[in-house]
T-cell receptor, first 114, second 113 residues
């Protein structure tokens, strides 16, 4: 069974805290993605990675950074959390560059910044 | 970059009737168009996809059509059932360049028993 696992289902953090969201996939996928999901705005891409130590900005990278030290793990970092980063965060992975295969999502992390 | 618009944002249909969700895209280089279904409290899951070399694809009660000239694609669900109630997302990407998926804003489909 395909697995993309996010480290937390729910998180509550204070404004200004540094926040780490972790994502692990066990499918040996090349590509990994971080999205945020907000009502009425759909899924918006924050950052993605095609390979270890590689990262690309998505559509809304401001206030975020990422780390991919190992192929199976992709971390999203909020350097200084703010209330407008309260959202549902979804990690995803898919198979091969240049091939457009099915993306598998994690269960999501609902982050609340107070 | 790519821009995907999706309509309607909400849709209610009687059980047994058909539902249609429409999306348009802006980048003529896009050549892959998946649809994801997200049930309440669950993760999005792929239900059907279409590539630019075909105009229509069916899988039981669901079908997707693609009009490359007009840059739009649609999801059709026939004989709707209560378990079809969910949020549906269309997306577009290209195998040229960085092939990231750009999603529409979602359609909340409610099936009325």
């Amino acid at each position: 069974d395909v697995k993309v696992t996010q480290s937390s289902r729910y998180l509550v953090k204070r404004t200004g805290e540094k926040v780490f969201l972790e994502c692990v996939q066990d499918m040996d996928h090349e590509n990994m993605f971080w999205y945020r999901q907000d009502p009425g705005l759909g899924l918006r891409l924050i950052y993605f990675s095609y390979d270890v130590k590689m990262k690309e900005k998505g559509d809304i990278p401001e206030g975020y950074s990422v780390s991919r030290e190992k192929k199976e793990r992709f971390s999203l970092i909020l350097e200084s959390a703010s209330t407008n980063q309260t959202s549902m965060y979804l990690c995803a992975s898919d198979g091969q560059p240049r091939s457009n295969t099915e993306a598998f999502f994690g269960q999501g992390t609902r982050l609340t910044v107070v | 970059g790519e821009n995907v618009e999706q309509h309607p944002s909400t849709l209610s249909v009687q059980e047994g009737d058909s539902a249609v969700i429409k999306c348009t895209y802006s980048d003529s280089a896009s050549n892959y168009f998946p649809w994801y279904k997200q049930e309440l409290g669950k993760r999005p899951q792929l239900i059907i996809d279409i590539r630019s070399n075909v105009g229509e694809k069916k899988d039981q009660r669901i079908a997707v059509t693609l009009n490359k000239t007009a840059k739009h694609f649609s999801l059709h669900i026939t004989e709707t059932q209560p378990e079809d109630s969910a949020v549906y997302f269309c997306a577009a990407s290209s195998t040229f360049g960085n092939e990231k998926l750009t999603f529409g804003t979602g359609t909340r489909l409610t099936i009325i028993p």
